[in-house]
């Protein structure tokens, strides 16, 4: 038996070595291969959250943009803007007056705006007639959109522009002929001019020393003044244009309205000449 004592050693050593091999490798299935996929799962995830997020910055000039909220005499009025490449597509009041005749008014209103919101590329839109707070409103809410737009897309609309010029000469001329215009024109609103019948305040549009449009912002309404303000109203703007002045002549049956319309003109003349 003392003989075969080492190889008792061996044995028993043997074994111990083959029981802590076959332990490692079943604790190993539930240490490693589990877990690194656990573990690398959220980082893959977020890191794709990153470059979506980051792709979504680098579109700047476009995706959707919401003005601040604007308060009227008859509610809030906030407007949203969908951008793309740095124009609007699209526009849409969030918010907008409701209740009573203010529900009429802004189902008639707002898709009025919103068309023209799309169409002038910005806030100097007309304001609809019968609805002047919520045109107000909405005006001030789209400003704050285009400004927040502008904010975000500035960088991309100047590597855009700095584009164009690299294409020739020409079109850097054509350019510069298409943006003139633009700036010399100029929409100013006169001061409220207050009637027997109600206010009257008028808005122009100058270019080239011209008045080019004219529209009343507020107009006497109410009972028999709405139809002599919607008689009156388009005669005096097609009068302020053809004159180019405030010497205009009065509308007969609406002398008060002609009046107050003439001598807000003439304040919103007075502030172009200035």
């Known amino acids: 038996m003392k003989k075969s004592h080492p190889l008792r050693r061996i044995v028993l050593a043997t074994a111990a070595t083959v029981s802590g091999i076959v332990l490692l490798l079943s604790l190993k299935p539930t240490t490693d291969p589990n877990a690194a996929q656990a573990a690398g799962a959220i980082p893959q995830q977020t890191a794709a959250a990153q470059e979506s997020a980051q792709g979504g910055a680098a579109a700047a000039g476009s995706g959707t943009v919401t003005g601040r909220v604007a308060q009227t005499q008859y509610g809030p009025v906030q407007v949203r803007l969908t951008m793309s490449g740095g124009k609007i597509t699209k526009a849409e009041a969030v918010q907008a007056p409701s209740g009573g005749t203010s529900t009429q ?28 707070y919520t045109s107000a409103g909405y005006k001030q809410s789209l400003q704050s959109a285009l400004d927040q737009a502008k904010a975000a897309g500035g960088s991309a609309a100047g590597s855009s522009t700095g584009g164009g010029s690299k294409t020739g000469g020409g079109s850097g001329n054509a350019g510069g002929k298409a943006s003139a215009p633009a700036a010399q024109a100029r929409t100013v609103t006169g001061s409220v001019a207050q009637t027997q019948y109600g206010p009257v305040q008028v808005r122009i ?52 309205t002609s009046t107050g319309y003439k001598q807000s003109l003439q304040s919103a003349l007075d502030q172009v000449g200035g």
């Open 105 to 132: 008014k802004t189902a008639l209103a707002v898709p009025k705006l919103n068309q023209e919101a799309v169409a002038a590329q910005s806030a100097e839109i007309d304001a609809v007639s019968g609805a002047t």
């Open 205 to 256: 549009t100058v270019s080239g020393g011209k008045i080019t449009k004219a529209d009343a912002v507020q107009a006497p309404s109410g009972g028999t003044s709405s139809q002599k303000t919607a008689l009156a109203v388009p005669k005096l703007n097609q009068e302020a244009v053809a004159a180019g002045s405030a010497d205009i002549d009065a509308v007969s049956g609406a002398t008060y």
